[in-house]
């Protein structure tokens, strides 16, 4: 309520300054808006199951912003307020994976180009939210939640993001559902299948509603959506546009 910042201006998440920016391009989020929203989490944290971050918690993925938002999720998102004790306790329920921005390494040359093969600062600073060491191709984490005594949440989290070569600046927007990644889903998919106590979500950062828009593809979607029907998942939660949107793609519902 004392906060000057609206709720709707916070979901305005870029500030429309660059000077913060390395490559003078790319928008840097304004951290007073993150941690307001933070602060209106804490307020009604105890009302929320899962706090659900589909990538781009970053700009440019530099140290800068990786570790201020780190630090606001750190230090505020992690906490709910406990009424009966009159305290913050942590906030058990969170879960990330890195989005396009956060896979930016920045190259100094002469023609600014773009690595998204070598760039681990998302892992160093979120690894305790986004560690797909198990993973075969590394691209993806599962993680569970106990809901009660005979049901789980488990969240399949994948990561789509270029990690060959050099991506062009105005291609950092496209994802990409490589075959090895969809093998490796297909192996879990199947074995959840299987498993009657288990309540799976599919998260990424690439939405495949889009088909046109060839800043925000997703190269093969129609591959990934159709295993995800194959195996009866029902939610898909995706980030990048920056906007809300709840959609159905054929019998899978996108948020």
């Known amino acids: 309520k004392d906060n000057e910042i609206g709720f709707l201006e916070i979901l305005e998440y870029y500030n429309s300054n660059n000077q913060n920016d390395e490559l003078g391009i790319f928008t840097t989020y304004d951290s007073s808006k993150l941690d307001s929203l933070a602060k209106i989490i804490i307020e009604i944290g105890s009302q929320i199951d899962f706090i659900i971050i589909t990538g781009d918690i970053s700009s440019t993925s530099s140290e800068k912003d990786l570790k201020v938002s ?3 999720i750190t230090s505020t998102i992690e906490k709910i307020y406990d009424e009966d004790n009159n305290s913050l306790i942590p906030h058990p329920n969170i879960v990330m994976l890195p989005g396009n921005h956060d896979r930016l ?4 040359q002469s023609i600014p180009k773009l690595s998204m093969a070598t760039n681990l600062n998302f ?3 979120f690894n305790t939210y986004w560690n797909p060491s198990h993973s075969q191709t590394k691209k993806i984490h599962y993680e569970a939640f106990k809901i009660n005594e005979e049901k789980k949440v488990l969240f399949i989290k994948i990561d789509f993001s ?5 991506v062009n600046i105005c291609n ?3 994802g990409n559902a490589t075959q090895d990644i969809l093998d490796e889903l297909e192996q879990g998919l199947s074995k959840i299948s299987q498993d009657n106590s288990l309540i799976p979500f599919i998260m990424l950062h690439y939405s495949p509603l ?3 828009s ?3 593809i997703l190269i093969n979607r129609k591959k990934f959506i159709t295993l995800l029907e194959k195996y009866k998942i029902k939610y898909l939660f995706c980030g990048h546009t920056h906007s809300n949107e709840f ?6 519902k996108v948020v």
């Open 247 to 252: 959609k159905n793609y054929n019998s899978v």
């Open 210 to 212: 889009y088909d046109t």
């Open 105 to 108: 390494c920045i190259i100094k």
């Open 162 to 166: 270029f990690t060959r070569d050099f």
């Open 172 to 174: 950092i927007g496209k």
């Open 123 to 125: 892992e160093t600073y």
């Open 214 to 216: 060839k800043d925000l």
């Open 70 to 72: 780190s630090q606001i």
